[in-house]
């Protein structure tokens, strides 16, 4: 499903659509560099807007194309200074971005869809209407927003993207990978891939297709459970790419790209965080290069979950890194906005 606009964003089209709109129109292909520099590099609203353009082929352009991005329709800060993003779609529909800054970082968490349709137990996301996939234009826009509030407020560009918000990506599949090309394109945004990470559910057949990409970024894994009857419990995805298809898929992908896989793991009071989830979880990392990221359950409303203790979360910290594996604890960031790791539900204040 697309967005409601009877003319194509022309934000939506690759470089490449683009040069071959100039050429049929009879119009230099030098033309088409400078368009996508002024709509990427200087983040104009308007065609007019493109001082070196002549207005012959502006007029071909508007009556082509739109010229739209997403807007901003709250922005809440967190004690802790998280900033939660309320956007603002063409077809007046909402979806939640986040910048977390710290001493050394500042990181965008950015969405891919309106809602999503994979409904795990823990996620505040899940529990409200899937409508449609993001366009590559709604997915780059959170990223050029939240980077000028970061420079605004902290005088410093992102460091970090997280494809981490609302929805699941490779459901989104190609529009990401059109996003994400002109996130790192030199000519457009020139973001580092190597500081872009994507994360999710653990899509089988998604994640070999990505594979035969052979993409730069980062990939991370919601794993939560390496029980395959715990984790089709909290993630329902899971019974149709269980955990023996998902070591598969994983293989597969670190043959193709020999990269490190990150596993998100949250911690749930007596439900996935005994010494047998650790054992498990460390038998499952033997399989690929991993690293695995621990994560503070944040509480959503009417939930079965609580998170677990501080000392129970060591003591499975404890064992993993007895085996030699890379354990990092997240602290979680935002609580008190939503804000934090599963909270974004469009709580729009």
Known sequence: MKPDNKTKNIKDITYNEL????????????????IYNWIWKNNVSSFYEMDNIPNSLKNKLISHFTLNSIGIQSIQTSKD?????????????????????????????????????LRCKFCATGTIKFERNLTPAEIIDQVIII?????????????????????????NFDNLLQAIDIIIDKNALGFSPQRI??????????IKELANKNPKFNLAISLHSANNIKRSNLMPVNQSNPLPELISALKFYHSKTRARITFEYLMLNKVNDNLQDAKELAEFCKNFPSKINIIEYNEIQ???????????????????????LIVNIRKSRGKDIDAACGQLANNIK
């Open 81 to 117: 200074k998280t900033a939660k993003f309320a956007f603002i779609l063409s077809n007046n529909k909402h979806i939640e971005g986040v910048l977390i800054p710290t001493a050394k970082r500042t990181t965008a968490c950015i969405s891919t869809q309106i809602g999503c349709p």
């Open 197 to 206: 990470t994507v994360s999710t559910s653990g899509l089988t057949k998604e």
């Open 302 to 324: 009417n939930s079965e979950y609580n998170k677990s203790s501080i000392e129970k979360t060591q003591e499975f910290v404890n064992y993993l890194e007895s085996k030699n």
């Open 147 to 171: 980077n000028n509030y970061s420079q605004k407020e902290y005088n410093r560009k992102l460091s970090n993207i997280v494809i981490m918000g609302m929805g699941e990506p490779l459901l």
């Open 19 to 34: 040069e071959r709109f100039i050429l049929t129109i009879d119009e230099k292909k030098f033309r088409a560099k400078q």
